[in-house]
């Protein structure tokens, strides 16, 4: 059961719909996969919006009426629409503020959900006592505390990745990075991971996700002699236990492994963490890619391996 005043505190532009800007310059909002379906979930959930339009002449009244446009019906509370950027607590203790109605006192910071694919904002609205979530898909989790995870997802023989999406579509299960066609990285609560694993397909859960980002770290240095032997016998595992090894060298940051990656490692970083916090020491530029739920992926996985990765 969802109780009665939790709500979600959303970014119309970040996680809920990409952004495109039309030849006479308004905008319109693409609703990304499966957040209309989540929406639906919460018919009786007050929604709102934080997001930050940029600081041009019309910006708020542009993203509201795509916003409007892209979700009738959805968010219609005025009160509940905040704009600005989210660099700390202070936008989300506002969004919480904008829950109170005449006679009815606010909703308290932790009966709402904020929802934000990026972990600083997920964490500054946690320093204001929302709950969060990384994806629209584990709103329900959120509300209920049931953690999100990352998760190793493997392929056996004779399973392909359309019917990894038609599990992953109908449950708690966003895929982050397809690596392979035997192999992808993801997000999972436990339901989730439980629902796969009933329909074949392996599970390795690897920690919570909570204020953590995904980095795919690239490393094509030649092994030293010492280890080359060693990696053709250990597979991709001897150069991601390598690979990791010099980037927490780099870093005072916690570092999350969660795995062999295409000529790399996976791994998670705290919120706050930057870019230049996780690279390998004098490594090309692209060697280290930000990583991003998207329920797209496992339909169009081409794009990632014709870029070599």
């Known amino acids: 059961m969802i109780p009665a005043r939790v709500g979600r505190c959303d970014d119309a532009s970040g996680p809920a719909a990409d ?3 039309e030849p006479d310059g308004s905008l319109t909002l693409l609703p990304r996969p499966r957040v209309l379906a989540t929406l639906g979930v919460f018919p009786l959930a007050r929604k709102g919006v934080t997001s930050n339009p940029g600081s041009g002449e019309g910006a708020v009244e542009r993203v509201a009426s795509a916003l409007r446009a892209a979700f009738p019906g959805r968010f219609t509370d005025d009160a509940l629409l905040h704009w600005g950027p989210k660099d700390s607590a202070e936008i989300f203790a506002e969004a919480v503020a904008g829950t109170a109605r ?31 979530a990384a994806h629209p898909v584990f709103t329900v989790a959120a509300v209920e505390n049931r953690p999100v995870f990352w998760a190793r997802i493997e392929l056996p023989e004779g399973r392909g990745l359309p019917g990894l999406k038609a599990v992953a579509d109908h449950n708690e299960v966003v895929p982050v990075h397809v690596a392979s066609a035997r192999l992808v990285l993801a997000m999972a609560t436990m339901v989730g991971a439980a629902a796969l694993e009933q329909a074949g397909f392996p599970v390795d859960l690897r ?3 909570e204020e953590t980002a995904a980095f795919l770290i690239r490393d094509d240095r030649p092994l030293a002699p010492d280890h080359a032997s060693a990696d ?22 916690p570092l999350l492994p969660l795995g062999s990656a295409p000529g790399g490692v996976y791994l998670a970083v705290p919120a706050g963490s930057a870019i230049d916090d996780v690279h390998l020491p004098g490594a090309k530029p692209g060697h280290t890619e930000r990583l991003f739920p998207d329920p797209a992926l496992l339909s169009r996985p081409g794009e990632a391996w014709s870029r070599g990765q």
Do not use: Y
């Open 102 to 132: 005449e006679g009815t006192p606010a909703s308290a910071a932790d009966e709402c959900v904020f929802v934000g694919e990026d972990h600083q904002e997920r964490g500054f609205a946690r320093e204001a006592g929302l709950r969060t």
């Open 232 to 253: 053709i016998l250990g597979g991709a595992t001897t150069r991601a236990t390598a690979a990791f090894g010099l980037v927490a060298g780099t870093t005072t940051r």
């Open 207 to 209: 920690g919570p996700v």
């Open 19 to 21: 952004v495109r800007e």
